[in-house]
């Protein structure tokens, strides 16, 4: 088959690492292309542009993991398509919820007009499936390249925090610098964080994510932390895990994750800082006996080619069943750009492969 997939065109608004999401992609790729398919990724800038160009092309497959372009393919794109929503943390939605912010929630239902979901969780899944959902709904978790993560028999004796951090929340991070909890923290902070962590002898904040030498060098570490960030959450917890590290993530970063010796689920009402900062200092201590334990865990669980793609591929076919029983209609749009002619893809959009 030949098959395109478009890479999310921005960041999480909280600063999640754009390396983790393209990491995926990249095993998805390798994975497909070992099989035997040819594979194109586009990181789009227009949508116009990259679909016309996906239409013309005639890609037998595509799967669009940009969430900003959902409408715009559910009217234009011709191809069969699935769309990837790039936010585990779903599974807490509620779309009818006071809180739930109206930009979340109009993207949720552009989700509901489209053909295909593949989604990273089975809690997800029972949200689409509640919502009425009726179109191929596929369960694939992002999955990691388990040979090509850096695997140590003993972490370094300290936390990576990936998150966007403030000492007034819940004073988890207070509580940390008090109890001096070794910890490292990169992601956005405020001022008050930063000179909080300055004073602190066991607590350093690194500043912004730095790709992808951080990514590589997670197994020098014996625990992640990311309490409220589910979209990194959803690339980085299965990374985290093959490279060893024990885990402790908020309910809305769990995903389909259960409790293990290894992994602590803490739920919205437990985040307090004492538990927080207790719940990370019990992973470090008890990480060194269980290392091998949780890189088999990840291979069992998240490995990209003895597990995902064996999965992926059932969902591809699929979805091309669907549009080939005529079950999706889409609006017409010719095909082609605006002008008539093609721009020019420094500018507009960039492929890799095709």
């Not at 960041?11 to 754009?18: E, K, Q």
């Not at 690194?206 to 990514?215: F, I, V």
Request: with cysteine.
């Amino acid at each position: 088959m030949k098959i395109l997939l478009i890479s999310p065109r921005r960041t999480s608004a909280r600063g999640a690492p754009r390396y983790a999401a393209e990491a995926a992609i990249r095993s998805r790729k390798n994975g497909l292309e070992r099989l035997g398919h040819v594979v194109d990724v586009a990181h789009a800038r227009d949508a116009h542009d990259v679909i016309s160009e996906a239409n013309r092309r005639r890609y037998d497959f595509v799967h669009v993991h940009d969430d900003g372009i959902v409408l715009e393919c559910v009217e234009h794109l011709t191809c069969p398509f699935a769309v990837t929503i790039q936010n585990a943390g779903l599974h807490a939605f509620d779309p009818q919820g006071p809180e739930t912010s109206a930009s979340l929630r109009l993207l949720f239902e552009d989700t509901l007009r489209a053909p295909a979901n593949i989604v990273p969780s089975r809690r997800i899944r029972q949200l689409y499936l509640r919502s009425g959902y009726r179109g191929v709904l596929g369960v694939l978790p992002a999955g990691v390249d388990t040979d090509t993560v850096s695997w140590r028999s003993a972490g370094n004796g300290r936390a990576l925090c990936v998150e966007p951090v403030g000492l007034p929340r819940d004073g988890w991070l207070a509580a940390a610098v008090r109890d001096r909890v070794a910890m490292d923290i990169v992601g956005r902070c405020t001022a008050r964080t930063a000179a909080a962590v300055r004073r602190s002898q066991s607590v350093r904040y690194l500043g912004t994510w730095r790709e992808p030498s951080l990514y590589e060098s997670l197994t020098e570490y014996s625990c992640l932390a990311i309490l409220d960030d589910p979209e990194a959450a959803m690339h980085i917890v299965p990374a985290a895990l093959a490279a060893g590290l024990s885990l402790v993530v908020g309910d809305a970063c769990a995903s389909d994750l259960t409790e293990q010796p290894f992994i602590t689920v803490l739920p919205a009402h437990e985040q307090r800082g004492d538990a927080v900062a207790a719940a990370i200092q019990h992973a470090i201590d008890t990480n060194a006996a269980l290392r091998g334990d949780i890189r088999q865990y990840a291979e069992r669980r998240f490995d990209y080619r003895k597990v995902i793609l064996p999965e992926y591929v059932p969902i591809i076919y699929e979805v091309r069943q669907y549009f080939a029983d005529g079950q999706v209609l889409i609006a017409p749009w010719g095909g082609q750009p605006r002008d008539g002619a093609w721009p020019k893809r420094e500018h507009d959009c960039l492929w890799i492969g095709g």
